[in-house]
């Protein structure tokens, strides 16, 4: 039987050997909402590039770690990261619908982090810290929760008084709009107290179409404020023009661009590595291209500093 992979490029008329293709100990997957934003016939297609798994990604590189970010050393409970002031990561789920090849959790320990055992301790623990005021959302991707178990948990969060911002951080808007939730999940946030941000994660501008647009609309119209954080990727979206056009994009769709990030120096990503100098002109001419409003800022994430570091 051939595999996701194998079915993938077969479809999309490309050759393995061609490409370098290598197993790898994390998985290829993507939702098939991506798969049909891809050209086929192009191997060099920027979003190919995010998901297909190839040789260079076992080669060890000095500098790049398994925990890059410092998750683990700021992780006072199974699923809880505590890093800044005022605000708490909650890890809803291990699961994506997509594996980006330079995720930051790549190697991340899910399987010791994330059951309902471990949301029980975590919530308590907000609700005895009153110098809280946002709960975020990670994962994995919460929004690969099934509907019912999404909905227990933003309320239990919105029952913390102390609590006034609910942020969701989550991939599956851009690359399975056709599974994000909508139904219940949106008439509870229509009518929640809860200040409701979502922040999505797109590289490219052909991540985004049609039904992206549609489902921002209705995150719109439920009360949520739609930001966008991008990831620098060497041979995805490393020139100004496709970092515009994006942001511009991202725009018409109800979405303002929020972080462009430097590559977090995972183990497996170094080929996407765009350096310093490079990025700082890159945005030097985006602030050329656009207004101010659409130009995301660029920051690096140093484990064990108080907040994101801006280059």
């Not at 194998?6 to 098939?32: G, I, M, T, Y």
């Not at 005022?86 to 399987?111: K, N, Q, T």
């Not at 948990?153 to 919105?158: M, Q, T």
């Not at 006034?164 to 009518?191: D, M, Y």
Request: overall charge negative; some cysteine; aromatic content about 6%.
């Amino acid at each position: 039987m051939k595999t996701a992979l194998a079915r993938l490029l077969e479809h999309l008329e490309l050759d393995p050997q061609a490409l370098d293709v290598a197993e790898s100990p994390f998985p290829f997957k993507a939702h098939a909402d991506f798969i049909d934003q891809i050209q086929p016939g192009n191997p060099d297609d920027p979003l190919l590039k995010q998901i297909l798994p190839i040789r260079a990604e076992t080669f060890v590189h000095p500098g790049f770690k398994l925990d890059p970010v410092g998750d683990l050393q700021a992780n006072p409970l199974p699923s809880l990261i505590h890093k800044y002031h005022g605000r708490v990561l909650l890890m809803a789920s291990p699961r994506c619908d997509i594996h980006c090849r330079y995720c930051f959790r790549r190697h991340f320990p899910y399987e010791t982090q994330i059951n309902q055992r471990h949301w029980q301790q975590a919530l308590q623990q907000i609700g005895e810290d009153d110098s809280l005021h946002e709960v975020i959302l990670s994962g994995g991707d919460p929004f690969t929760l099934s509907e019912n178990a999404l909905l227990d948990l933003v309320k239990k969060i919105e029952a913390i008084p102390h609590i006034q911002t609910l942020r969701i951080h989550s991939r599956t808007p851009i690359v399975a709009p056709s599974n994000a939730p909508q139904g219940r999940f949106l008439e509870w946030a229509k009518c929640s107290r809860l200040n409701k941000v979502l922040v999505v994660h797109c590289n490219h501008p052909n991540e985004l179409s049609a039904k992206t647009a549609e489902l921002m609309q209705h995150y719109r119209t439920a009360g949520f404020h739609l930001l966008n954080q991008s990831v620098l990727l060497k041979g995805v979206n490393d020139n100004a023009e496709t970092l515009a056009d994006l942001s511009q994009q991202l725009f018409t769709q109800g979405i303002l661009p929020y972080y462009l990030h430097q590559l977090d120096r995972v183990q497996g990503a170094a080929h996407f590595e765009v350096d310093n100098a490079t990025a700082k002109s890159l945005v030097e001419n985006l602030r050329r291209l656009l207004p101010g409003y659409l130009v995301p800022k660029l920051v690096v994430e140093i484990a064990g500093e108080p907040h994101k570091t801006p280059l």
